[in-house]
């Protein structure tokens, strides 16, 4: 049996020579073993599986290895495009499917890439961190957290390291910059200004700083001054607190100044006493930005000039008391003058409380000159509203005497003074017609005095334009009781009258039934009926009483009603 080498792959020629050498060395062991063809076959078709079983091993083996070798490009392609997008460039690199070349090739062409586009995007990690952890330093600093910012506090979206965010990012780095140096600025501003302010008024200036925020103690440490809102609006309300307070100190030594100045002139104290207070008084025409020097407003300072003007107060107050009283007694006059009330004991004591309280007496007198001058102004505009006041009670003392006058049935008769009262009586109703002017005028010029100055024109304690109002009301009510008189006395005349028509005068005594026979009259008629006889009847036993006509009875209409009937009968 001939053996013959075949194999799917070409074999080198030392490889065709060594497999024939073998093939014959195992033919001639064969040979002498006395193998025969059958066998020598079978064994010949086991050595080619096993060659073929190693080539499919190897070609399935390599078949992987190019897998992996696409697989690997593919990825190294898809990582280059995500990391080209994640950092905004556009890559110059063909598609692997355009290149010619193995696959080894191509990769040898991606890999640098690849590597040069990691190195970009490591870098600009490294960059948006920095700027990132910059921006939450500077954040946190604003905010008043005292946390200090770490690069491992922050998270950089690696999904957009695009070269347009960066400078976004840039650009808030340098706002936030530049808005924290504006807010260290406003700190050094107002920590200057705290500091020439406690100068100033000899105050603890690091005691003060302190109490604001600690780590505003060190002045030398820029870095470390907070800089959040709530340390600037501290600062800010303790600036305008000190303001104040040296507006205040300011104006209590000016206030001190002026009344030692106007206390020395009164006493005629001698120049080395008022050189000791001439830094108090040197400060009255001063303005508050003027004001530099250190300790000028110390608390000290305004102590010691309290205590020299409350010496100087003491030796001049037994002449102000006496001058104050005297003004009292002039706003008293005034007052009465113009019948204002007063309560003059209650003033005199308000006077002595508060002077034994201490109270400035230059003060209290100059608020009593203001006083006279304020009584002096309202007598004067309540002088034409107080004149028709005069005129109007003058109209009504006259109403009340003719009242009165007019009562009197004896007005006429003859006696001393009766011509006088007449004269009287006929001016009195003159003035009395004048009344409703006098009280409409006088209501005018009251309500354009209170509105011009907003408050009740008072006379006697009481509002005139109530007191006015109570007697146009007392006065309606008094007429219409003289109207109700006059009535009353009209239907007793007429009632009177009436009887003595019907059963005649008290004098006549003609007897039943003869008077007022004329035919045709009204009396005639009645006289006929039951009605007039009980008339008659009736007006025998008032003849007979005296009183007739005397008193109106209670049912005087109802009656005379009825008579008016009795004589259509």
């Not at 090739?105 to 960059?127: C, F, M, N, S, Y």
């Not at 706003?331 to 006077?351: G, K």
């Not at 007392?474 to 009353?488: A, F, I, L, T, Y």
Request: hydrophobic share 35%; net charge neutral; with cysteine.
């Amino acid at each position: 049996m001939s053996i013959s080498v075949s194999s799917p792959l070409s074999l080198s020629k030392s490889a065709t020579t060594t497999c024939g050498s073998l093939l014959q060395e195992l033919q001639e062991i064969w040979d002498e073993i006395g193998e025969g063809d059958s066998e020598r076959d079978r064994k010949l078709l086991q050595v080619e599986q096993e060659c073929l079983d190693i080539y499919r091993r190897n070609v399935d083996k390599e078949r992987k290895y190019k897998a992996e070798l696409h697989q690997s490009l593919a990825e190294a392609e898809a990582e280059i495009s995500e990391l080209v997008s994640a950092l905004g460039e556009q890559a110059s690199l063909p598609l692997s499917g355009k290149m010619k070349g193995t696959l080894k090739q191509k990769l040898a062409v991606i890999d640098p890439v690849l590597k040069d586009i990691r190195t970009k995007r490591h870098e600009r990690i490294k960059e948006f961190l920095n700027i990132e952890t910059q921006i939450a330093a500077i954040c946190a600093e604003i905010a008043g957290n005292d946390r200090v910012i770490s690069p491992t506090d922050v998270q950089v979206n690696e999904q957009d390291l695009t070269a347009k965010r960066l400078g976004e990012l840039k650009l808030h780095l340098q706002e936030l910059q530049s808005e924290k140096n504006l807010r260290l600025q406003r700190v050094n501003s107002y920590m200057t200004a705290i500091h020439e302010l406690t100068v100033v008024m000899s105050l603890d200036f690091k005691k003060i700083i302190a109490n604001i925020n600690p780590s505003l103690a060190d002045h030398l440490s820029l870095q470390s001054k907070s800089i959040n809102n709530e340390t600037l609006a501290s600062l800010t309300s303790e600036v305008n607190s000190l303001k104040q307070l040296k507006q205040q100190r300011l104006e209590r030594l000016q206030n001190l100044g002026s009344s030692l100045i106007e206390l020395w002139n009164l006493m005629d104290m001698p120049m080395e006493e008022q050189l000791r207070f001439n830094h108090v008084t040197s400060l009255v025409s001063s303005s508050i930005d003027e004001i530099s020097r250190q300790g000028s407003l110390a608390i000290h300072i305004v102590e010691q000039a309290e205590v020299e003007v409350e010496r100087l107060s003491a030796l001049k107050t037994s002449k102000l008391r006496e001058l104050i009283f005297k003004r009292q007694n002039e706003v008293e006059e005034i007052y009465r003058s113009v019948h204002m009330d007063v309560d003059s004991e209650t003033a005199r004591q308000i006077l002595i409380q508060l002077m034994e309280s201490g109270s400035n007496l230059s003060d209290l007198l100059s608020s009593m000159d203001d006083q006279v001058v304020k009584a002096k102004e309202q007598a004067a505009s309540r002088k034409e509203v107080l004149d028709k006041v005069e005129k109007w009670k003058h109209a009504s003392q006259e109403e009340s005497w003719l009242d009165e006058y007019e009562k009197d049935e004896n007005r006429y008769s003859a006696g001393k003074g009766v011509h006088i009262n007449l004269k009287r009586a006929e001016k009195a109703r003159i003035l009395v017609s004048k009344i409703p002017s006098l009280i409409e005028n006088l209501t005018a010029k009251i309500k354009a005095w209170e509105k011009e100055r907003g408050m009740p024109f008072l006379y006697h304690k009481a509002p005139l334009l109530h007191t006015l109002e109570e007697y146009i009301t007392s006065r309606q009510e008094k007429q219409e009781q003289k109207c109700r008189s006059r009535e009353q006395k009209r239907l007793q005349d007429q009632f009177a009258a009436e009887q003595e028509t019907i059963y005649g005068s008290k004098s006549a005594k003609k007897p039943l039934g003869i008077a007022n026979t004329v035919p045709g009259t009204p009396n005639s008629r009645r006289m006929s009926t039951p009605s007039g006889r009980y008339g008659a009847s009736i007006g025998k036993e008032k003849r007979g009483s005296g009183n007739v006509g005397a008193v109106i009875p209670l049912n005087y209409v109802a009656l005379a009603k009825y008579g008016q009937k009795s004589g259509g009968l």
